[in-house]
């Protein structure tokens, strides 16, 4: 004050462990070249060593969470391919090969010789001799009793077609008309599907419901001697004991199989594994009906037991043959003239 000296500008004191900061401009170092400059200092000013510190720190600590990331999502998509391999396999081997058959084609796995084979109770077509017999074995023990409904139409029309029968031989054949038997149970066919394993057709339920066979070839159908349904099961495990013991028997439709029900006829048992039937069977599979003789490939068939009883009741009422066989009556016994039988 008063003519004193001008005051000195003071320097700024700098903070605790911060670096001191200068306003003037830098000038380029003595042994800079002629014209160069040094760069402007940042408008934040220079990093410390300290946050160079704090940054470094930052780094690492993401880089080790991208590894993590990294090794986890790897994980999942490993395990997830893993899984998927079989799937892919199996499309690839189930797919045609590419290239208009140019690819490798890979063929499906051989079954094994000894895996057993399923039996089928379809009848066989065109047998030869030197074809094997199926594997069957016979069930020892029934199964469930179950008495299936019978559809009231069929059996209807089984019992027009009896009525027909028995009209012709009360009228005509007395002898034969009381050689008829009595009908058959509902629950005796039941069982012996149960233990044979197979269900009757229904035309041929109603036939046995109506009667349960007869007592001679006369009173059968066709001049073979109609069974029972005791005989039906008993000549059916006949034949299927000769055919699990690797035999080769026969029936009225060539080479029995397990669908085979022999209704009307008889069976020669020469041996265990060796049977020869001769008359009428039932394929238990469609419903046909089939008429042979011994080591004989079908005479005729039918569609149905229904159309057999049809075909006979025709014949009677008419006089006209039937599978080449034509009804005469004697002494009051209808007999069936026409080729001549080995069995019946």
């Not at 797919?95 to 051989?110: C, L, R, S």
């Not at 009231?152 to 012709?168: G, K, L, N, Y």
Request: charged share 20%; hydrophobic share 40%.
């Amino acid at each position: 004050v008063g003519g004193g000296r001008p005051p000195v500008p003071s320097t700024p004191r700098a903070g605790a462990g911060a670096p001191a900061r200068s306003s003037a401009p830098l000038r380029p170092p003595a042994s800079a070249p002629h014209g160069a400059s040094c760069p402007p200092e940042p408008v934040l000013g220079r990093p410390s060593a300290e946050d160079l510190k704090r940054h470094d720190r930052r780094e690492g600590a993401a880089g080790s969470a991208g590894r993590w990331r990294f090794m986890v999502t790897a994980t999942l998509t490993a395990v997830l391919l893993v899984s998927l391999l079989p799937v892919m396999w199996r499309s690839f081997r189930g797919a045609a090969p590419v290239g208009g058959g140019q690819g490798m084609a890979i063929p499906a796995p051989a079954r094994s010789a000894s895996a057993p084979a399923l039996p089928s109770i379809a009848p066989r077509t065109d047998p030869t001799p030197s074809e094997p017999s199926e594997a069957f074995i016979c069930p020892t023990a029934g199964g469930p009793v179950v008495v299936r409904p019978l559809d009231r139409r069929v059996r209807t029309a089984v019992d027009q077609q009896w009525r027909r029968i028995e009209a012709w031989l009360k009228a005509n054949a007395p002898v034969t008309y009381a050689e008829l038997r009595p009908p058959a149970r509902a629950h005796t066919i039941a069982v012996a599907e149960s233990q044979m394993g197979l269900r009757f057709p229904d035309s041929l339920r109603a036939s046995l419901l109506r009667h349960n066979g007869s007592r001679s070839r006369s009173s059968g159908l066709l001049g073979w001697r109609t069974l029972g349904v005791r005989e039906i099961r008993d000549t059916w495990r006949t034949l299927c004991r000769a055919h699990s013991l690797g035999g080769r028997p026969s029936g009225p439709a060539g080479l029995w199989n397990p669908a085979t029900i022999l209704v009307a006829g008889s069976v020669l048992d020469f041996d265990p594994a060796r049977a020869e039937a001769s008359g009428l069977a039932v394929d238990a599979a469609t419903g046909d009906v089939a008429q042979g003789g011994l080591m004989a490939g079908p005479e005729e068939r039918w569609t149905s037991y229904y159309a057999l009883l049809k075909a006979t009741a025709a014949a009677l009422e008419t006089g006209r043959p039937v599978a080449g066989r034509r009804p005469v009556v004697t002494a009051g016994r209808l007999h069936w003239a026409g080729p001549s039988r080995r069995t019946g």
